[in-house]
């Protein structure tokens, strides 16, 4: 089930993060998004009031922006991220935008395969994007709400 995360669920989902990340957002950086930034949508996945995913998009007028997505590795492969996605591409449908932008690692596989999966293209690499070792990350797009 795919729930509107609230300031509760920020201690599982900075545990989840720091799991699955190496430049990991802190408490502080997840509080600002959901009490503060008025552009941002994010989202935790629950089974059995656990939660096991995450997703944050950023919505500016006729664009969104994904911030961050997980995924608790005991429950990977189980197509709860592209669940997750289709969700957000819904929401910025909804608020009417016109197109999806994410980054991601270069080196990142499986999340290349699924952004392409869901009809993001490669459009431009971004240098030295990851602080921690500053790998480059591709700049995806992706058109909603049936344009470009």
């Known amino acids: 089930m795919i729930k509107e995360m609230n300031v509760e669920h920020l201690n599982d ?3 989840l993060e720091d799991i699955l990340f190496t430049s990991a957002w802190q408490y502080k950086d997840f509080l600002y998004e959901l009490t503060e930034n ?5 989202f935790v996945y629950l089974i059995d009031d656990k939660i096991v995913g995450y997703i944050g998009e950023w919505i500016t007028f006729e664009q969104a ?4 997505l997980g995924v ?3 429950y990977q492969r189980q197509k709860i ?7 957000a591409i819904k929401i910025a449908e ?8 994410l980054e991601v690692r270069i080196s ?5 395969n699924l952004y392409k999966k869901l009809g993001f293209e490669i459009v431009n690499i971004r240098k030295g994007y ?10 995806m797009i992706k058109p909603v709400g049936g344009n470009l």
């Open 94 to 101: 909804d608020k009417q935008c016109e197109i999806m932008s």
């Open 130 to 139: 990851y602080q921690d070792n500053h790998e480059d990350a591709f700049l």
């Open 81 to 87: 991220a592209t669940k997750l996605l289709e969700h």
């Open 72 to 74: 608790d590795p005991q």
């Open 13 to 15: 989902v900075c545990h």
């Open 65 to 68: 922006q994904i911030t961050t």
């Open 38 to 42: 008025p552009y941002s949508n994010y």
């Open 108 to 112: 990142n596989e499986k999340a290349l």
